[in-house]
């Protein structure tokens, strides 16, 4: 059997080596190592109540069951753990927050993933704790657990290389790269797949991402909190807090000192324990307009297949979004419009 080429290992392309991994389907997965990608960067976050507008994430009763299968089953099978199932508690940050989530709190779609207790916040570690809320069916990823054990367990089909388009080249039966044949390349490398020639029409808006990695006494408290930030503690002692949106910035893309100064303000603001901000990072999410992820074969080169534009999601929708694009690859299952790349072909 031919084997299949993955240019990207995060998650998109992580993901999808483990499903063809599943199917007992040859893979070479080529990546640059590089230290901070947004793979690594990433929260890692599955939360089912998100962003300003406190409605459910999208899809996430097909994307969550999946997610928790895959993570549950690989950390068994690599005998690491990188899946928190974890309390996330949202507090209201403003006066807009606070009209809005009683509406939402009665519509049919938010209820069953609201936990009916009160969060009980200590006052003592957070500012102003009382007004917020309790979400079931959350959890934390640890990324650079998880894509590092994963690296190890591909062993000689993981190859460290830097690879330009022109590298690859594809014809009718095949796609050839380094001397070696392949079946298809899928390209799964996140933002610099905008300057692919063949996908200069995919309308990216890429943003880039800053966290922090800091050191407060939370005295035991071990949930998710957000409020106008996230931060997840971890069990060193430390915590992770973001994030940011940069719609422009350079290329190469380059830490981000004010977004990092503002992310510093709203968590020493959001906290009433003493901070010490020990590091922060910065990386370029993949996002494409209007869209929550666009996969399959590119419309002219059927051998040339795209996954990619998780954007903050990544945790949530790879494993679901990789196993779709297998079942079409290998068994001609039709792509979901809403993700399939032909179909948005412009």
Not at 53 to 75: M, N
Not at 162 to 178: L, S
Request: hydrophobic share 40%.
């Amino acid at each position: 059997m031919c084997p299949i080429l993955i240019i990207g290992q995060g998650l998109a392309g992580t993901a999808l080596a483990w499903r063809l991994h599943e199917r007992g389907v040859p893979f070479v997965i080529v990546d640059r190592d590089e230290v901070v990608t947004c793979s690594k960067v990433a929260a890692g976050l599955i939360t089912p109540v998100t962003g300003m507008r406190l409605k459910v994430s999208w899809r996430f009763e097909v994307f969550y069951p999946e997610a928790l299968r895959f993570y549950r089953r690989l950390g068994k099978q690599l005998g690491t753990r990188f899946f928190f199932p974890r309390g996330y508690v949202r507090l209201l940050k403003n006066e807009q927050d606070r009209q809005k989530w009683p509406k939402r709190l009665r519509e049919s779609e938010v209820g069953p993933f609201v936990h009916p207790q009160a969060p009980q916040l200590d006052p003592a570690v957070v500012t102003s704790p009382h007004e917020g809320f309790q979400q079931r069916h959350a959890a934390w990823l640890d990324t650079v657990t998880y894509l590092e054990v994963s690296r190890r367990f591909f062993g000689e089909a993981f190859q460290i290389a830097h690879i330009e388009p022109g590298e690859v080249q594809d014809d009718a039966e095949g796609v050839t790269w380094n001397g070696q044949r392949f079946s298809h390349v899928v390209w799964a490398q996140g933002w610099q797949a905008a300057k692919h020639p063949l996908l200069a029409w995919v309308p990216f808006q890429n943003a880039l991402g800053t966290i922090l990695i800091a050191k407060a006494d939370l005295q035991g408290e071990r949930r998710i909190l957000n409020r106008g930030c996230w931060l997840i503690p971890r069990a060193d002692g430390t915590l992770r807090a973001g994030s940011t949106y940069e719609w422009t910035f350079p290329d190469p893309p380059a830490p981000s000192a004010a977004m990092a100064a503002d992310l510093e303000t709203k968590l020493r603001a959001f906290l009433a324990v003493p901070v010490e901000v020990l590091d922060s990072q910065s990386a370029v999410r993949p996002i494409i307009k209007s869209r929550q992820a666009l996969l399959g074969a590119h419309p002219s080169h059927p051998r040339v297949v795209f996954f990619n534009g998780l954007g903050s999601k990544g945790s949530l929708r790879a494993p679901w979004l990789a196993k779709h694009l297998v079942e079409h690859l290998l068994g001609g299952t039709p792509l979901d419009p809403e993700f399939d790349l032909q179909a948005n072909d412009p």
